[in-house]
């Protein structure tokens, strides 16, 4: 599958901590070269994300002690300030379709098992890791 944004590096169910209300949904995640984007269900061409939560340079991944249901967690945090400085920015021009990027700095996100979110963290460092490369680059 690959959806918007290039094709998918990596795609699982697994569970979304709640921004404000701290309530847990299940969600199809999709991974791809600069971002993850989350679904209800995994028919990713014929719904628009739930949500989508942009990786950067200055973003940073992680095992969570968070546990959830005996899931293990990990933890997403975006650089909130850099964020806050774009606000604005690439604003959408009359008819065109612009996906909103998640608004918090910090995501939990729960796996069915140790192997698999060691995966996702090291398949998010390498595409962190090459952002950087590419930017060193230009």
């Not at 269900?41 to 949500?51: C, E, L, M, V």
Request: with cysteine; aromatic share 8%.
């Amino acid at each position: 599958m690959s959806g918007s944004g290039g094709p998918s590096l990596l795609e699982a169910w697994a569970y979304k901590r709640g921004g404000k209300v701290k309530s847990w949904k299940k969600r199809f995640f999709v991974l791809t070269k600069d971002r993850i984007r989350y679904y209800k269900s995994p028919d990713i061409d014929k719904q628009k994300p739930k949500g989508v939560i942009p990786l950067s340079l200055s973003a940073r991944v992680s095992e969570d002690l968070t546990m959830h249901e005996g899931k293990p967690c990990m933890s997403v945090m975006l650089d909130f300030a850099k964020r806050e400085e774009k606000k604005g920015k690439g604003k959408k021009k009359e008819g065109e379709s612009k996906e909103v990027e998640g608004k918090r700095d910090l995501y939990i996100i729960a796996f069915e098992s140790v192997s698999e979110r060691s995966t996702w963290i090291g398949k998010i460092r390498a595409c962190i890791g090459k952002l950087h490369t590419n930017g060193l680059s230009r």
